[in-house]
C-alpha cells in the first residue's frame, strides 16, 4: 500500500484551495502530473465517454475500480474516485465500494445522491443521508485517511433548489463526510452560501456560472 499519499491528500483538505484536475486514463494522468498537479480525481464522465457511453449509470463499479487502480498506478499523486452515487442505491452496498476504493489504492472518492434509474431523480433525503452515513463509518474502518467527498447533485440536475442542496450538505456533514460538493451553483452568491452554511471543506467545479472565475476567487469564497 502506498499509504503516504493517503496522508498527503488528507492534508491538502486541511491547507487551502488546489485545483484537482480529471484525468481519464494513465496517459492524461501523467501529463498533469507534469504539469504540477498536487493530486488528480478520475472523473465518471471521461471515462465512461472513452468507453462510447454516456455518463451516470452505464459504467460498472468492475469497471470503474479496474479504471481507478490504472490511475492510481500511473503516478505517484494521490487519486480520488469518481464514483458516482457508490454503484449501488442501499447503504450497505455503497459501503461496499468505499471498502473496494481503498483496496484499489485510492485515496477518496466522491458520492452523489442521484439515483441511477431512468430520469436521474435524486435519493430521498433519509436515504441520501443514511448513504453517506454508512461510507463514512467503511471509510473510519480503514485504518489510514481517506477523504469521503458528499455530492449534493439536485441543483445541478434539476431534482431540487440551492435550500434543499445545502440542508442536505449540512446533513453529510453530520453523517460523516470529509468534504462537500454542490455542482455548479447559480453563481459566486451561490458558492458563498454553501461556504457560510458547512464547516467541513467544499468542492468547486470549475463549470457553469463558475467556469469563468479564477482560482484566486474560488479561494476568497473560502474553497
Known amino acids: 500500500m502506498r499509504t503516504g499519499r493517503h496522508e498527503t491528500f488528507h492534508a491538502l483538505h486541511q491547507s487551502g484551495c488546489f485545483v484537482i484536475p480529471n484525468p481519464w486514463d494513465a496517459g492524461s494522468a501523467r501529463l498533469m502530473a507534469g504539469m504540477g498537479a498536487k493530486a488528480l480525481a478520475t472523473t465518471s464522465a471521461g471515462f465512461a465517454f472513452t468507453l462510447g457511453c454516456p455518463d451516470m449509470g452505464h459504467v460498472s463499479r468492475d469497471e470503474a475500480l479496474a479504471h481507478a487502480e490504472a490511475i492510481v498506478a500511473a503516478t505517484p499523486l494521490p487519486v480520488s474516485g469518481d464514483f458516482e452515487n457508490g454503484f449501488a442505491d442501499d447503504p450497505d452496498g455503497v459501503a461496499e465500494t468505499v471498502r473496494l476504493a481503498a483496496e484499489a489504492g485510492l485515496s477518496g ?20 443521508v443514511e448513504r453517506i452515513r454508512a461510507a463514512s463509518a467503511a471509510a473510519r474502518s480503514l485504518g ?19 435550500e434543499e442542496g445545502i440542508r ?5 456533514e453530520e453523517a460523516g463526510a470529509d468534504l462537500l460538493y454542490l455542482p455548479v451553483p447559480p453563481d459566486l452568491g451561490g458558492l458563498r452560501r454553501i461556504m457560510a452554511s458547512v464547516s467541513k471543506p467544499v468542492n468547486a467545479l470549475a463549470a457553469g456560472a463558475l467556469g469563468r472565475e479564477t482560482v484566486a476567487t474560488l479561494a476568497a469564497c473560502g474553497v
Open 168 to 172: 442536505r450538505l449540512q446533513a453529510f
Open 144 to 162: 489510514r485517511p481517506f477523504v469521503l467527498c458528499a455530492r449534493a447533485d439536485g441543483v445541478m440536475n434539476g431534482s431540487y433548489g440551492m
Open 109 to 128: 472518492c466522491s458520492l452523489e445522491d442521484t439515483d441511477m434509474a431512468d430520469g436521474n431523480p435524486a435519493y430521498g433525503f433519509a436515504l441520501a
